[in-house]
């Protein structure tokens, strides 16, 4: 059975985590591993720490960055941190990132939260027991969250 972290934040209005370990549960069995930080700064040391001390396989990193100029610098250093975690440890942490204004209300924000973290969890769930199924899905537009734009056609 496949140790997975799943690490979220406080500063995120809707509860990522909660919604990604209900989608990795009800698609297979695995051990799950949650942590829930402050801000999506603090995402990468906790993804390391599931990944060297806890020993997971893959991890989640959920989090939300705010609509001001400065909550999208800081989802950027966060973003740039995942990537020297992943490398460092040689392990998959798939960023999930909503960012505040993509969508046009709390509504959407909810549902956008809600699916985007789900569908990233299916991912997870994918790259761990059916890789195959992810190379059958190459190239055919697929978005998380809102609607697959679907594959370009000549
Ligand atoms: C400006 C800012 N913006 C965001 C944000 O948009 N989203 C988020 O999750 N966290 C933000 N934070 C908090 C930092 O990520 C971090 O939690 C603190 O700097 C403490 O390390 C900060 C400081």
């Known amino acids: 059975m496949p140790t997975i972290g799943v690490v979220d934040t406080t500063f995120a209005r809707f509860n ?28 990468p040391v906790a993804a390391k720490k599931l ?17 001001k100029e400065q909550d999208k610098i800081c989802a950027h250093e966060a973003s740039t941190g995942i990537i020297q975690a992943q490398l460092m440890t040689n392990t ?3 960023e999930v990132f909503v960012h505040e204004d993509e ?18 969890a299916l ?11 992810m190379i059958k899905e190459a ?4 978005r998380q969250g809102f609607e697959d734009v679907g594959p370009a056609r000549m």
């Open 139 to 142: 190239g055919t537009g697929q």
């Open 51 to 67: 990944i060297e001390e806890e020993g997971c396989e893959i991890v989640m990193a959920l989090g939300m960055p705010g609509s």
């Open 92 to 94: 998959h942490i798939i």
């Open 123 to 133: 991912n997870v769930v994918k790259m761990l027991s059916r890789p195959e199924k």
């Open 16 to 43: 990522m985590g909660k919604a990604a370990i209900d989608e990795i549960q009800q698609n297979m069995s695995a051990k799950i591993i949650r942590r829930t930080v402050p801000g999506v700064k603090d995402l």
């Open 103 to 120: 969508a046009r209300d709390e509504n959407e924000l909810v549902f956008l939260m809600d699916q985007r973290s789900r569908e990233h």
